[in-house]
């Protein structure tokens, strides 16, 4: 990236980095450097927005029971909820990849989108401190924040995409783990998800095999609900 482009980003984050690195770091992906990547800073990031939401839930819903408190956050915290904030904020462009993943597209992909949110979040964390990367995360997110309600159930990608195939009589999904790296808790879950009745599939990376399931999930929901529409 450019140094326009860069303080571009800034602009669009609400915030200016210190240190100019953290950010360069943070828009890597490990196709571009197995070395030096946003993997560990994601990490932080995915702890410090699951803190952040948690907290700004238990204060704005003291009435809320505990089953209520998770299912909102869980909505919140979710793989695709985290693309839509960073396409919102129009990370992909800003990604820096490998030429395989160039190729393929990998600056739309969900699951790139969501770890580069989250390792933009870990390094604001290390930057300024904890409470900018908390008014941070709560900007970025306000008009989902504002969406959520106790009473609202929501459900997760892999029942929405379940719930959909069965509606039309097709076949179930099928989810399979294609590799995982690293070493607990730093590991990093690749899954696919494969939708039989259309012969399609779809791959997602995650810190846990849930979060990965939930976010090639809801790749293939986005997808077949385009080809319903068509």
């Not at 992909?109 to 604001?124: H, N």
């Not at 309600?149 to 039309?168: F, I, M, N, Y």
Request: net charge neutral; hydrophobic share 35%; charged share 25%.
């Amino acid at each position: 990236m450019t140094e326009l482009e860069l303080t571009r980003l800034c602009k669009r984050l609400g915030y200016h980095f210190t240190d100019q690195a953290l950010l360069e770091q943070a828009l890597t992906h490990r196709s571009a450097h197995r070395q030096v990547n946003n993997e560990r800073l994601e990490f932080l990031g995915d702890a410090q927005l699951g803190q952040i939401i948690a907290h700004w839930l238990f204060q704005r819903f003291p009435e809320a029971s505990e089953g209520q408190l998770t299912r909102m956050r869980a909505a919140l915290v979710r793989g695709q909820t985290l693309a839509d904030v960073a396409r919102g904020l129009d990370l992909g462009p800003c990604i820096r990849l490998g030429g395989g993943e160039m190729k393929s597209g990998g600056e739309r992909r969900a699951s790139i989108l969501a770890d580069a949110l989250e390792a933009i979040i870990g390094a604001v964390r290390l930057d300024a401190g904890p409470e900018v990367c908390r008014e941070r995360v709560l900007a970025w997110f306000g008009d989902r924040l504002d969406g959520v309600s106790p009473t609202e159930t929501v459900k997760d990608a892999k029942t929405q995409l379940q719930e959909r195939l069965q509606g039309r009589q097709m076949p179930l999904p099928e989810y399979d783990i294609l590799t995982v790296s690293g070493q607990p808790p730093r590991q990093s879950f690749e899954v696919i998800c494969r939708l039989p009745g259309y012969d399609h599939q779809e791959t997602a990376r995650g810190s846990n095999r849930r979060r990965a399931e939930q976010t090639a999930a809801a790749q293939a929901l986005a997808w077949l609900e385009e080809q319903l529409r068509d």
